[in-house]
């Protein structure tokens, strides 16, 4: 519903909390908030340009709950074109309507507002939202999301003395919108400018700490298009956590967070006082990029000294053994008390394999990225709604293929379509040279195995079927497969897409169409009652409000 005037605003939240009461539990709580979305001058690498504020901040705010919590995010869209966040990592559990991308939610126009209502169901960890639609996030418009576990369930570490969120990513000193007109006359973009943290460049972000103790560190790779590592001068991390799941507690000197993924770790401060460099630098390019950020001493007698500390740089093999090593923390609780291996994943029996590859080419002239050779276009109406209203027309099931045709690459609003409970595996198979990063949105998946070449039927006997870890963004190293398995237990319409940002935008990704044919809220939410309705659904009705 779009809206004017601050009693109607006020009104409308109070009508909204009201009516998902009958949708959860009435005993789960709910958090409040307003974000303003702007334009403001920012000066990340030391010149203006024109960035995506909430609330004034550049990032934007931390999103704060904790497991079952019910967020209602209220966004006034104040920018000169439509807007939407996306929420990276939390599941939207039978409720697609509000995963805030294009295919699911009609965008916030210019001027108005619109009522987000999520809940973090059965969600803990580290995540991030972003804005999703044109090229919005070269502006920024991102933000951490940290979903705290409940008082009452098991926690495998002592709580922290301070609790980061550090956002880190790569990033253009050129406007958003001469990128995303470069990208739609069909060429490529540069190479970037520099990687920030928290929106800073070199020496701009600062955490101060105290001596001897133990924080922890929220790490999300929210940049456009390169693998990061990540280090900090003198400590080791102690990785707890990746995008919801509990990990066995391995110590790293440096951590490769891909494009579009999240990490926890704890780091003891128990070096000498003084200040230390935190880095990030780009991992596979040729050009390296550098930056830091100073962990503080609270009682520091010295400033930054030394060479800031070197990282890995081209290595693969070090990158994919280190992946490999990162494994689920099978006694520990996660959002519910019963472990997290009590989920047998790997006696689970398969029910379809889907492989999807990725390619690079020209179509009429002009770049653009598929899967399975289709590169993906936009329809005039988002596809959730499209399903829901019956508007025929809009997009066809099956538009995808479930394995690579070796057709030539043609442009189509691709849908694939999958059955409710099913049980599948996924092959991502990279057949380029840079790496690739992945993910689904509704879904965490068990990152089962990935090597170099191609994959086949025999690549199984490496699988880990006992404690792989559970994720929503994997990476696919060059020339290179990844295996992950997924139950189907989400119902919706869910977007599969490289994290590689210019490739999504041109094509690179698709829908994901889990169907129940079961019409009931068990299954599935109900439209939302606020819902905006766009292009062929203009003019229908939601449910009275």
Same mark, same amino acid.
């Given at each position: 519903m779009v809206l004017k005037g601050s009693s109607l605003r006020q009104t409308l939240a109070v009508v909204l909390v009201l009516s998902v009461f009958s949708l959860v539990q009435a005993e789960d709580p709910y958090r409040f908030f307003n974000w303003n979305v702007t334009y403001g001058d920012i000066y990340p690498l030391g010149v203006r340009q024109q960035g995506i504020l909430i609330n004034g901040q550049f990032p934007g705010p931390d999103l704060y709950s904790v497991t079952n919590d019910n967020l209602i995010i209220n966004v006034y869209n104040n920018l000169d074109e439509p807007f939407l966040l996306s929420w990276n990592g939390?599941?939207?559990?039978?409720?697609?309507?509000?995963d805030g991308v294009y295919g699911t939610t009609c965008p916030i126009p210019p001027g108005k507002n619109f009522t987000y209502i999520l809940q973090a169901k059965d969600q803990?960890?580290?995540?991030?939202?972003?804005?999703?639609?044109?090229?919005h996030k070269a502006a920024g418009g991102f933000g951490g999301i940290r979903i705290l576990s409940r008082p009452r369930i098991p926690v495998p570490f002592p709580d922290p003395a301070g609790d980061f969120t550090v956002l880190i990513g790569d990033w253009f000193k050129t406007d958003h919108k001469k990128l995303q007109a470069k990208l739609d006359r069909g060429h490529k973009l540069p190479f970037p400018d520099g990687i920030?943290?928290? %929106?800073?460049? $070199? /020496?701009?972000?600062?955490?101060?700490?105290?001596?001897?103790?133990?924080?922890?560190?929220?790490?999300s790779n929210v940049g456009l298009q390169n693998s990061l590592n990540f280090r900090i001068q003198g400590h080791k991390m102690k990785l707890v956590e990746v995008e919801g799941t509990h990990t066995v507690q391995t110590m790293y000197e440096s951590l490769d967070v891909h494009v579009g993924q999240s990490y926890s770790v704890l780091v003891t401060m128990d070096q000498s006082a003084q200040d230390f460099y935190i880095v990030a630098s780009t991992r596979f390019t040729d050009k390296i990029l550098t930056t830091t950020a100073t962990l503080h001493y609270s009682n520091s007698n010295k400033a930054l000294s030394g060479p800031i500390p070197g990282g890995p740089t081209d290595q693969i093999n070090w990158s994919?053994?280190?992946?490999?090593?990162?494994?689920?923390?099978?006694?520990?609780? %996660?959002?519910? $008390? /019963?472990?997290?291996?009590?989920?047998h994943y790997g006696l689970i029996n398969i029910t379809r394999t889907i492989k999807l590859v990725s390619s690079a080419d020209q179509v009429k002239g002009k770049q653009r990225y598929a899967v399975n050779s289709v590169s993906f276009i936009p329809a005039d109406t988002p596809l959730k709604l499209a399903d829901y209203f019956k508007i025929?027309?809009?997009?066809?099931?099956g538009s995808i293929s479930d394995k690579p045709t070796g057709q030539n690459m043609y442009l189509d609003t691709s849908v694939m379509g999958a059955d409710f409970r099913a049980f599948v595996e996924i092959v991502f198979e990279n057949h380029e040279s840079i790496v690739q990063s992945w993910h689904i949105d509704g879904y965490a998946f068990w990152v089962v195995g990935m090597d170099g070449g191609l994959w086949t039927p025999d690549s199984r006997k490496e699988y880990n079927l006992r404690d792989a870890v559970s994720r929503s963004t994997t990476q696919v190293y060059p020339r290179s497969w990844t295996a992950i398995?997924?139950?189907?237990?989400?119902?919706?319409?869910?977007?599969?897409?490289?994290?590689?940002?210019?490739?999504?935008?041109?094509?690179?990704?698709?829908y994901l169409r889990v169907y129940s044919p079961v019409n009931s809220p068990r299954d599935e939410y109900p439209i939302p009652k606020n819902a905006l309705l766009c292009g062929r659904a203009q003019g229908k009705s939601t449910r009275p409000l």
């Open positions: 939390m599941q939207q559990r039978r409720n697609s309507y509000e803990i960890g580290t995540f991030y939202y972003f804005p999703s639609l044109a090229f920030l943290i928290n %929106g800073h460049g $070199p /020496n701009g972000a600062f955490f101060t700490v105290e001596q001897g103790k133990t924080y922890r560190f929220r790490i994919l053994n280190q992946a490999r090593s990162i494994r689920t923390n099978l006694t520990a609780s %996660g959002p519910r $008390p /019963n472990p997290q291996g009590s989920y025929g027309g809009v997009f066809r099931v398995y997924m139950a189907l237990d989400n119902v919706g319409m869910w977007n599969v897409r490289t994290e590689f940002w210019a490739r999504q935008y041109l094509g690179q990704q698709f």
